[in-house]
């Protein structure tokens, strides 16, 4: 069979550890096989970027923005245990971070979904999508703690010495207060993400805050958010037959409750910080994850929203067996591999992405699955495979299917 062409380079982003081996693996059995993958490679493993001063995660961004679409492996967080580990020159910043802030970006998280492992919520049927606003709010606040009576205000100095002042509170007694902002340009850069990927993925965008009590800062997000939708984006969301819903989101988190899912839930910071934990591990298991980053501009970097697994890893080095499940790695790259098909409007690579995704959820329904899925699975017989012959068993269904 003729391996499948490629005319755009996809950027490669590669990471750490046990994900690290299965990114070779899955290039080695399920890829190189079937497509001659052009990739314009950058090495994220910490020791590349303390090699480089991390000049490699910058410029991998910005390839990023060259080409439209990377695929990330899992990469290490530097931290003091790190610092030794590595024998780091500095304890360089989290490579998503750097990539998110260069990007501009929104991170979709959404679950694979699969017979036989069954979310807690009954009625979940469809992946619910958690888009997270990566900005600002409670995690860029200013905090005090207010010792006893006293008058506290909220004071903006205009640029040209005009002061407005806001009373906060008038303490009588010790307490707390709290300062919040966000950026216009940030939560636009939002709402346009939350459309884009809306419109792409075909689902429909729920977004929710707390506008009645939050009359000027919530409600600022509920007005761009509309605005926006009613400029740019309310044509397109009825062709494509999608719905834009804003609510308020003690409602919201009711709605999810009860629904089927299959849609796309944004979340201003903190809610997403909150939910996706939620909504996560209601769904099983953070191996099956997967994350894309989606930019306002569109540019797209598909990763699996788990990181480098590092105890499986220790073992490994040890020579001892591993089953680390590799399925959100593998979407990662077809994620990547559909949307450079679709971008450049190559059919065969977009066919054979989604063959490959539906070799992952065949093996797994047909009961061969790594061991964290095996722990979990209403299936009564599953086969529990090893790091390498789980991969070597979707092979086999992508043959046969
Ligand atoms: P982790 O790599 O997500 O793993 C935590 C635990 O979850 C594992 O020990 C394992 O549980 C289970 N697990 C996660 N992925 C799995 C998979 N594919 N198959 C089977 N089990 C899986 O988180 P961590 O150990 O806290 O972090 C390790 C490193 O990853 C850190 O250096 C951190 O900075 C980095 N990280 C990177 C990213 C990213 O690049 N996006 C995200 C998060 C963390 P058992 O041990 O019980 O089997
Ligand atoms: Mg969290």
Redesign the pocket.
Known sequence: MEKIKMTTPLVEMD???M?RILWQMIKDELLTPYIELNTEYYDLGLEHRNETNDQVTVDSANATKKYGVAV?C????P?AA?MTEYNLKEMWK???GTIRAMLDGTVFRAPIVVKGIEPCVKNWKKPITIARHAYGDVYKATEMKIPGAGKCELVYTAEDGTETRELIHNFTGAGVVQGQHNLCNSIESFAKSCFNYALDTKQDLWFATKDTISKKYDHTFKDIFQEIFDAEYKDKFEKAGIEYFYTLIDDAVARVMKSEGGYIWACKNYDGDVMSDMVSSAFGS??MMT?VLVSPDGYYEY??????????YYKHLKGEET????V??IFAWTGALKKRGELDGNQDLVEFAEKLEKACIKTIEDGKM???LALITTNPNPTVLNSENFIKAIRQTLEEL
């Open positions: 990471g750490d550890e994900t990330k899992a990469t290490i967080t931290n790190r989290s490579p998503n953070l191996a994350s990763e699996a929203a788990h990181g480098t697994v590092q105890r499986h089953s680390t499940n590799s959100a790695t790594t061991k964290d």
